[in-house]
């Protein structure tokens, strides 16, 4: 292989780990962002918390660590986390099943099919149609709470 070869392959390999990453990440949206505003109020509180100690002429590890604890301690007081419902709203609903299941001439039936989370609800997916998907009970209760795959992706496509 020569060099330029090389570098391509590199470049398709962190693609596909970059688009994976993005795949996850956009169906977290809310959790995300409550983690981002968590750490902007942390990064705000430590830097004005370690000027001031070091302005006291605090030794700088000191004034890092105790600007640290104060900093997180600051984030977790002020910044809430966002409550979640587990109901799928019912217009999602109606269209992810029209989505997954009428267009392709079949008929919703409850004993058979579930609506299952892509990325899992329990571990931050969102209940867009984006995450969400008819499947078989049998399927959906052999998954589990499990974080999608590559090759989930691909399947859906």
């Known amino acids: 292989m020569t060099l330029t070869t090389v570098k391509v392959l590199d470049v398709v390999l962190y693609s596909i780990i970059a688009w994976y990453i993005f795949q996850i990440a ?19 509180v430590y ?5 001031l100690l070091l302005r006291q002429s ?5 004034a890092a660590v105790i600007a640290g604890l104060v900093g997180l301690g600051a984030s977790w007081v002020l910044v809430k ?10 217009a999602t ?4 099943i029209e989505r997954d299941l009428t ?13 299952d989370h892509v990325v899992p609800f329990s571990r931050g997916g969102d209940h867009s149609a984006r995450n969400l998907k008819v499947i ?6 052999r998954k589990g709470d499990r974080m999608p795959r590559l090759r989930d992706f691909f399947k859906r496509a």
Not at 93 to 96: D, K, S
């Open 58 to 62: 605090l030794p700088p590890i000191e």
């Open 103 to 115: 267009s392709k001439g079949l008929a919703w039936d409850p004993a058979k099919y579930h609506i």
């Open 136 to 141: 078989e009970k049998r399927q959906n209760l």
């Open 47 to 51: 830097w004005a918390t370690a000027n």
């Open 93 to 96: 609903r109606r269209q992810v």
């Open 26 to 44: 956009s169906r977290k949206k809310g959790r995300l962002w409550f983690k981002t505003k968590c750490m902007i109020v942390s990064l705000l």
């Open 81 to 90: 986390a966002p409550k979640r419902d587990r109901r799928i709203p019912k």
